[in-house]
């Protein structure tokens, strides 16, 4: 399909993706007061309850407070764990609340386990205005903003046919430099840019970052075939469940560079994969086999291994996941990585040697839940006189 006016790209999109789990009533024009508005909106419906918001709304000033926890957290890697840390808390100042008046209360905001479900909701914003930083500078408006629970995490850049995509990417890194990704629209996390046959999208690098191109990916399908069409794209990546999981499970905040990133489609494939398998596997059956997956240096194996092990641990179907190395140096390497890669309400575990390995091993602390180590500590267990006894190995296994 070919799109001469922009205008009627969006309007196409729009009637697309409500047809692809989002709401159907689309919020135009509005203003960041406008989306705060909407967001407390969600926020009472989610949290009335006598615990929390005590069925009162939420006042402007208690807004603020939220807000100004958003801005002191600056980056999108901080702000990945404040949309995933489930809760935000604020002290009550509505007089009528007379229970809480006064004193903290927590309020849920996001649930990634609630995919398509629960209290999550998910709404489209058309033409949203973002206000200048500066007064030499234009206000701004752009094409699509998708919020979920109220929170806008994706930002949509289109262009016609015959426009390259390119120039939609450069508008979004125009707008960054302009600052106008602050405030409640810090919270985006997942850059879109499209044109009607090409799609590139990208993590947000955050006011103070730089965009690399190099992690400018193209969505693809389970075998690896890029996925062009604007429809298509609508009907896979943009779509619910997908778009959820992407905030919730396929963004990756990496403490060790600072950086938020996004994973490609095949990494999101290969975890999705493997966590699948391992929940549907029946640990009881001797015979159950193993697997195996490949890729060339600098395709991200780590993160992949990361992300597999990560959704593995907390969907609680193992009781440990151990990432073996073969080499010491690369065990600290993929160590650092890997706490890098960790939230932080998330532990990855080092072994220092083969008793620490063992302890671990026994332990059912849930933070000993994920651990890193080599296969030489892996295999000396057996040759530690007197380390096991048959308890001891009961409890490993």
Known sequence: MTFTKEADFEEALVHEL??????????TYPSEADLLKNWANILFENNRDIDRLNDTSL?????QQIVEQITDLKTPLKLNGFINGKTV??????????????????????????????????????????????????????DLLLLINGMPVIHIELKRSGVSVSQAYHQIEKY?????????????????????????????????????????????????EPINDWKAIASTLLSIPMAHQLIGFYTVADGSDGVLKVMRSYQYYAANAISDKVAKTDWQNNNSLGGYIWHTTGSGKTMTSFKSAQLIANSKDADKVIFLMDRIELGTQSLREYQGFSGDNEDVQATENTGVLITKLKSSDPANTLIVSSIQKMSNINEEDGVLNSHDIELIV
């Open 18 to 27: 409500k047809n692809k789990g989002w709401e159907h009533e689309v919020l």
């Open 59 to 63: 006042t402007t000033s208690e807004m």
């Open 89 to 142: 808390s604020i002290i009550r100042d509505n007089p009528d609340d007379k229970l809480h008046l006064g004193k903290e209360i927590s309020l849920k905001i996001y649930d990634r386990q609630e995919i398509a479900a629960g209290q999550s909701r998910y709404q489209i914003v058309q033409q949203p205005q973002f206000k200048s930083k500066s007064k030499i500078l234009n206000n701004r408006r752009g």
């Open 176 to 224: 960054s430099a302009e600052g106008i990704f602050s405030g409640l629209f810090s919270l985006v996390q997942v850059f879109v840019a499209m044109e009607p046959q090409e799609t590139v999208y990208f993590s947000n690098s955050g006011v103070d970052g730089t965009f690399n191109p190099d992690f400018y990916f193209h969505w693809a399908d389970f075998n690896n």
